[in-house]
């Protein structure tokens, strides 16, 4: 029996915010498995933040999707048939280069394992996967927190931003949270252990909601929006500052670029501070030392996560876009498989 395999396309590059429209839903044939190779059932796809750089035509730090191409992404997915013996039917396993899809087909290298005792398997887009890894190594490689310091997250009820903080917490750090709605601020100070939260939407005043939290100034800054947001905090840096620059969603549907430049960064003189971009990618060889210790952190319970779902192959686009816009809380994923 032939399987019927639905795939998001790029159809046009959106200026400005993507619309639904510039993607569309096709229907083919599901590939076949060659010699070593097995066949992938998605049961989660992932919607991020970086795929809006793959959309726009332009390469980014890797190549843009073409027009007529299949959405790039990853995805948890069951092994359907497999002719690679280190996988049998009914695994499930990540594959980050699984694309807007239900069906793919991949050797086994591109293939991660997932362990299903851990907690959800849509885990291992989050927490237990590349946002957790994220923030696992711009936390603790790039911003260097020592207990007793004063760590600023920006997105920081977003995937990558909510265990970042948890990760300074667990390092001792004073830890304060900027989000975008009252119910994400109390998710961080109720749930999470942040010290404290600024609503940046309903703050008025950024910087002076932000300086009544951080007294002593800001030791570390985790960045994950820029704009705005940054510039408040970047005029509340503490000597000898460390900025991990992880992302700057706040630019990302900008028309034509940035607004505005970096304009503060004339704080980084006084206070002697060093800011610094980095790519998750950038520390492969050490995923299974990351993955080690988020794990172990959630299993005794010291790592939390909350998950938003949507349903269905349909609904992809509209989830990227979504989350782009602040509707989730934590990680965004797309159920599209039982
Ligand atoms: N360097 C790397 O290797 C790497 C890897 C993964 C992700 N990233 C970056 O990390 C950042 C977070 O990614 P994620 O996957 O964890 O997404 P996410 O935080 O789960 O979702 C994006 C969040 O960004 C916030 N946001 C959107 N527009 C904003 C604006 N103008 N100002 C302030 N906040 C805004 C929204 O929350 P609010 O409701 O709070 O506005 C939204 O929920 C992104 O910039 C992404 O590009 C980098």
New binding site residues.
Partial sequence: MRLVNRQWVLRSHPHGWPEPGNWELVRTEAPSPGPGQVLLRALYLSV???MRGRISGRATYAPPVPLGGVMVGAAVAEVVQSDDPGFAAGDVVEHAGFGWQEYAVSDGRALRKVDPSLGPVSTALGVLG??GL?AYF?LLDVCHPRPGETVVV????????SIAGQIARIAGCRVVGI???AR?VAWLTGDLGFDAAVD??AAGDLRAALAKHCPDGIDCYFD??G?P?TDAVLSLLALRARIAV?????L?NEADFAPVGPRELRYLIAKRARAEG????DYGDRYGEGLARLSRWVRVGDLNYQETVYEGIDNVPQALID??????V???VVRVGD
């Fill in positions: 991020d933040p970086y590349m946002n994220t711009g920006s997105g920081a009820a977003g995937a990558t931003g989000a975008g709605s994400k940046y939407k994950n929006v704009g947001v992880c992302g700057q969603i706040a990302y980095f790519l998750v990618f989350m782009m816009g602040g509707e989730n934590g990680k965004m």
